[in-house]
C-alpha cells in the first residue's frame, strides 16, 4: 500500500534537507527522497563543505611555511601529506552528512533511497532498489544543479576535472589549468597553488569574479597574483588536446586574434552550473521551466502545477547553499499557511580564498548603474591594531550608504574572516538600518570588525584611526 505524506521532498541538498527539517517542526508528515547514498547534496558531499576543509588545511599549510618565522616559531619546512588532507576532508563530509540523517531521525523524517519522479501532482515515484510510490499533499522539488560543461572539452573527472574531481586529485599537478575566474576557479586554484601547483587562470572576461564589486576584484586580482596564480584575462579555451604525459590547451583571445597553445597537467573546468531536473519527469508532470532549464516559480516557490514546489539551484537567483537553506524554511512554512519570505536584498556571498571576500546588497558598479546617489565609508585593515598582531593588514571594509538617508545600501569585504564580519553588515541591512546605527555601536577592541565600525563612521562625520 503506498505510503501517504504531507510533504515530499525531492532533493536532500541544503535547499531539501532544511526544508523538510522546517516542515516536520510545522507538524507535517514528511518524506525525502535522494539518489545519492548519503544526505545533504552538493554542498555537504562535493561542495562547500569538502572544499572548505581542502581550503583550511592548505591555507594553514601555506601559513606554517611562510608566516610562522616572523611570528618566532621555528618550525622545519612542513611537508605535505595529502592522503592525510584528504582523509581529514573525507572525515568532515561524513560527520556533516550523518549529521543530517541525526536530524532527519530526530523530526521523523522518513527517508526514501532513489531517483524521485513525478507522474503526477500528489504522487512521487521512487525508483531504486525499493521502487515504491508516495502519495502526498505536497512536493518540493530541491534537486539542485550539476557543473555546466564546455563544449569540445571532455572532462574525465581525473585530468580534465570539474571541482567534484578537483576535490580528489591524487597528487599535486605540477601544472594546474583553470578555466573560468569565479568562485570554484579561485577557491580550488587556491588550493592547489598553496599545495605547490603553478596554476593558470583563464578568464572570458576582463575581470575576475563578476558580481563582486570591481575595486574588490582588481585588489583580490593582485593579490592572488602574488600568491603565484597567474590571470589570462579576456581569453577562451577553444580546446584540450590530451596526450599520454601532458594536456595541450589552446587558448584563443576572446576580441580574436592568434591562438596559443600551453601544456597541463590538470584542468578544472569552472565555468558556472546549470540547474538539475533530470529524471524528474517534469513534462509529464506538466512543470514549466524557464529559457536557461530552471524550474519556473511564483513568489510563493510554486509552480505552475498546484502542489508542486520547487527551491535552491534548480530555481532563479544565486546559486548559494543559504540561499537554498532560507528557500526551504519559507516554502515549508508557506505550505504550512504561514508567511515564509526570503530577503533577496540581503544575502551575503563569501568567496573563501586567503584573504576571504564577502559582500551583500548592492555594489558600487550597480548603484552607478542603476543612478542611485551614494556615499562611501572604507577603511583599509592596516589601520586595524588586532590586523596587525594577526599579519593580517591586507584588504579593506567598504560600506555603501544612500546620500540623503545613509541607509546602507551593500558592503564589501576583503580580509582575514570577512565571511564572518559581512553579517554584520548583513543583519543591519535586514533591519533597514543606517551606517550611523553601526557607527555608534560599541564594538570590541581589539578586533577585526572595529574596521566594519570605523567604515560605517567614514560614512558620516570620519572614522577615528585614520
Ligand atoms: P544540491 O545541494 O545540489 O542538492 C540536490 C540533491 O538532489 C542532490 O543530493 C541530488 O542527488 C538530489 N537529486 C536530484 N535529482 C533527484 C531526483 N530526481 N531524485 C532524488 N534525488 C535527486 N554555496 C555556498 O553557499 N557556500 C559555499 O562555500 C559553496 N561552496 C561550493 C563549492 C563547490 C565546489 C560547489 C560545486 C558548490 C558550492 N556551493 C557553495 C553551492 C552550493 O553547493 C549549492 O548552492 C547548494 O548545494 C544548492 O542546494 P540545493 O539543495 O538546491 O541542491
Ligand atoms: P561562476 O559563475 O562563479 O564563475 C564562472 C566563471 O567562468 C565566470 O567568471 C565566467 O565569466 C567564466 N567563464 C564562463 N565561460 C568561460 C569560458 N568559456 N572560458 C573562460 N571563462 C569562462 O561559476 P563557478 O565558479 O563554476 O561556480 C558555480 C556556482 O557555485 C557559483 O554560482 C557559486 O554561486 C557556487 N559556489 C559558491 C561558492 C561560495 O559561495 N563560496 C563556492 C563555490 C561555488
Not at 54 to 68: K, N, P, V
Not at 264 to 284: C, I
Not at 344 to 364: D, F, N, Q, R
Request: proline share 4%; charged share 20%; aromatic share 6%.
Amino acid at each position: 500500500m503506498a505510503d501517504t505524506f504531507d510533504l515530499t521532498v525531492i532533493g536532500s541538498g541544503p535547499g531539501g534537507y532544511v526544508a523538510a527539517i522546517r516542515a516536520a517542526q510545522l507538524g507535517m508528515k514528511v518524506a525525502v527522497v535522494e539518489k545519492w547514498p548519503t544526505h545533504g547534496g552538493t554542498c555537504l558531499n562535493i561542495g562547500c563543505i569538502p572544499s572548505k576543509a581542502l581550503l583550511h588545511a592548505s591555507e594553514l599549510f601555506e601559513e606554517a611555511g611562510h608566516q610562522f618565522k616572523t611570528l618566532g616559531i621555528d618550525i622545519p619546512a612542513p611537508t605535505l601529506n595529502l592522503s592525510q588532507m584528504m582523509t581529514h576532508k573525507d572525515d568532515v563530509v561524513t560527520a556533516n552528512v550523518s549529521g543530517v540523517d541525526f536530524l532527519f531521525k530526530k523530526n521523523k523524517i522518513t527517508p526514501f533511497r532513489g531517483v524521485g519522479s513525478i507522474p503526477a501532482a500528489g504522487r512521487v515515484l521512487v525508483t531504486g532498489e525499493k521502487s515504491t510510490t508516495i502519495e502526498t499533499r505536497n512536493i518540493i522539488i530541491a534537486s539542485g544543479s550539476v557543473s555546466a560543461n564546455l563544449p569540445g572539452i571532455e572532462v574525465d573527472e581525473e585530468r580534465v576535472v570539474t571541482s567534484t574531481g578537483a576535490i580528489k586529485l591524487k597528487e599535486v599537478p605540477k601544472r594546474m589549468l583553470v578555466i573560468g575566474a569565479g568562485i570554484i576557479g579561485l577557491e580550488l586554484g587556491s588550493v592547489w597553488a598553496r599545495l605547490g601547483a603553478k596554476v593558470t587562470v583563464v578568464e572570458f572576461l576582463d575581470r575576475i569574479v563578476p558580481g563582486l564589486d570591481s575595486e574588490a576584484a582588481r585588489q583580490l586580482q593582485r593579490m592572488l597574483q602574488k600568491q603565484g596564480l597567474e590571470f589570462r584575462l579576456s581569453t577562451k579555451v577553444a580546446g584540450i588536446e590530451k596526450n599520454p604525459g601532458s594536456l595541450n590547451a589552446r587558448f584563443e583571445p576572446v576580441a580574436g586574434g592568434d591562438a596559443e597553445f600551453a601544456e597541463f597537467d590538470v584542468a578544472l573546468v569552472a565555468v558556472g552550473r546549470k540547474p538539475y531536473t533530470e529524471g524528474l519527469g517534469l513534462e509529464a508532470a506538466g512543470v514549466a521551466l524557464d529559457e536557461r532549464g530552471r524550474i519556473r516559480t511564483d513568489a510563493h516557490y510554486q509552480t505552475n502545477v498546484p502542489g508542486i514546489y520547487a527551491i535552491g539551484d534548480v530555481i532563479t537567483g544565486p546559486m548559494l547553499a543559504h540561499k537554498a537553506e532560507d528557500e526551504g524554511i519559507a516554502a515549508a512554512e508557506i505550505i504550512a499557511g504561514q508567511a515564509g519570505h526570503v530577503n533577496y536584498g540581503a544575502i551575503p556571498s563569501v568567496l573563501y580564498t586567503s584573504p576571504e571576500v564577502a559582500w551583500v546588497g548592492k555594489s558600487e558598479d550597480e548603484l552607478k548603474a542603476e543612478g542611485i546617489e551614494y556615499k562611501i565609508g572604507k577603511f583599509p585593515f592596516t589601520a586595524n591594531g588586532r590586523a596587525k598582531a594577526m599579519l593580517a593588514t591586507q584588504g579593506f571594509v567598504k560600506i555603501l550608504a544612500d546620500v540623503k538617508t545613509d541607509r546602507v545600501l551593500g558592503g564589501v569585504i576583503i580580509s582575514k574572516n570577512a565571511g564572518e564580519m559581512i553579517h554584520e553588515i548583513t543583519v543591519l541591512m535586514e533591519f533597514s538600518g543606517a551606517a550611523e546605527d553601526l557607527a555608534r555601536t560599541t564594538h570590541a577592541h581589539p578586533t577585526l570588525s572595529e574596521a566594519v565600525r570605523e567604515a560605517a563612521l567614514m560614512c558620516g562625520d570620519g572614522a577615528i584611526h585614520i
